[in-house]
């Protein structure tokens, strides 16, 4: 019953709502994939060792390290970046919240911010500060934007009820 | 990353024949591998994808065990009504561990085979200084280097690292038992003897062959009080200095230390030694005796002692 192997991998993966169809070496990660190949550089690489967060992105629903997770793990499912999360030109809730509070200096982090807010707001985990600065750890802001952040998750939560 | 090639493995036993090629790596969350292959602590040539077996996921009671797949992941665990009811301890420690957004993708059975997080031993290709475990014969920089959060049981000069996992303390403590498929069947091992000391093997780290696969933990069910208490240089998302598990129940209370060893380091019991600071400080200690520390970790072995004091009384003793 041997392994079928292959260097060549052919995955479809519906990204921000759209089918993309690629064959993919399989050492390609979902963040490498996500930036060269699919065109969409805001989901950004910053330590590419699960340490920083920047590249954090929606496997169907659910929060994850694209530098941690291979393309070919996410045949057949959905992927959601920090493109897909405004609605036409209207933007998240979580989105505005950050605008309006300055969640973010340099902006480096702000895609895996979002996106992680977006999932941690979700799962039902932005309930109060100290809660949210726990389930909002894996995203590292080396500007310190943290109290900021801290708000705006806690504000989008409260619009999003 | 150097190239491999992949395969989905659609069934255990497939994954398991698949194991008996040398040169093939399990793939289940990827959080560990994908970072083993770019500092060179692995090379696959070929990788199996076991992500697919949804047999190896899920969590569920059956009589006095609780059930848990090795694909399940931290968060699943962490959160799962039965494991807070019944396996508060591994709940917390899941929770305690990585970040929300790595504890999605990596799984049981690959966080229990996670490897040190000694920097000498984290090193990307080539390694500039000796690492027994990268390169065996070289000899161990930590041991007459940095090594605060190093071994204080069980290392011997060959290497002094510490096993980080933190559920796996969890597990120690609850007397968990690892179910093991290999091509002879299935081999059940106590959690207390899965992971292995210099001291004990060498430098091998545990008790799985490479050809054979985790499927999954048995945890008994019992009237317990439990609790998982980890120290760390940040409030979360950080290793362990030192962490502790503590299962009270009857007259016992069992005690797991973390990040001590090579292994989880389960104390002797305590037997009917009253749930109080003034009781517990000499009981944790006398079971600490054979601590040896290195020239700059001796601090460990009083966080050590207090923190496994610390998760008995959180646990259910007096405050």
């Known amino acids: ?161 | 990353m150097i190239d491999f090639a992949y395969a989905r493995a659609e069934s255990e036993s497939a994954a398991v024949a698949a194991l008996a090629d040398d040169h093939a790596t399990v793939l289940a969350g990827g959080t560990e591998l994908l970072n083993w292959v770019r500092l060179g602590i692995a090379a696959p040539e070929r990788v199996v994808d076991i992500g697919g077996l949804d047999g190896l996921r899920g969590i569920t009671r059956d009589g006095d065990t609780l059930r848990i797949g090795a694909l399940t992941t931290l968060n699943e665990i962490g959160e799962h009504p039965l494991v807070v009811a019944h396996a508060g301890a591994l709940a917390s420690a899941c929770l305690q561990a990585a970040s929300a957004q790595i504890r999605n993708r990596a799984t049981l059975g690959g966080n229990v085979l996670q490897r040190t997080r000694c920097a000498y031993f984290r090193a990307e290709e080539p390694v500039p200084w000796p690492c027994n475990r990268r390169s065996p014969g070289s000899g161990c920089a930590a041991l007459a280097g940095l090594h605060e959060r190093h071994a204080i049981f069980g290392w011997t000069d060959e290497c002094v690292a510490v096993q980080p996992s933190d559920p796996a303390v969890a597990l120690v403590a609850l007397d968990a038992v690892v179910d093991v498929v290999g091509p002879a069947g299935p081999r059940p091992i106590p959690s207390t003897e899965f992971h292995l000391t210099p001291q004990e093997a060498g430098l091998r780290e545990h008790r799985l062959d490479p050809d054979e696969l985790i499927v999954g933990y048995r945890i008994p069910v019992a009237p317990t009080r439990q609790a998982y208490i980890k120290i760390r240089e940040r409030a979360s998302y950080e290793y362990a200095i030192v962490s502790a598990a503590a299962v009270v129940g009857g007259s016992v209370a069992r005690v797991a230390l973390g990040s001590v060893a090579g292994k989880p380091w389960r104390l002797p019991d305590l037997v009917d030694v009253p749930l109080t600071r003034e009781a517990l400080l000499p009981a944790v200690e006398e079971r600490m005796a054979d601590a040896n520390p290195l020239p700059h970790n001796g601090f460990k072995v009083t966080m050590a002692r207090n923190a496994a004091v610390r998760a008995v009384l959180t646990a259910g003793g007096d405050r």
């Open chain 1, 1 to 161: 019953m041997a392994l079928d192997y292959a260097h060549d991998i052919d995955i479809t993966i519906r990204v921000n709502g759209r089918a993309v169809r690629a064959v993919v070496h399989p050492r390609t990660t979902l963040l490498d994939w996500l930036r060269e190949e699919v065109g969409l550089t805001g989901t950004k690489k910053g330590c590419n060792e699960g340490a920083c967060g920047t590249c954090t992105v929606l496997v169907d629903g659910t929060r994850m390290n694209g530098c941690l997770t291979l393309a070919v793990q996410c045949d057949g499912r959905e992927v959601t970046t920090v493109e897909g999360l405004a609605d036409g030109g209207e933007l998240s809730p979580v989105q505005r919240a950050f605008r309006d509070l300055d969640a973010f200096q340099c902006g480096y982090c702000t895609p895996g911010q979002l996106v992680s807010a977006t999932a941690c707001i979700a799962e039902g985990h932005a309930t109060d500060p100290a809660t949210v600065r726990e389930w909002m750890s894996g995203n590292i802001c080396r500007c310190s934007s943290y109290p900021q952040i801290t708000a705006a998750v806690l504000t989008a939560a409260q619009a999003s009820r």
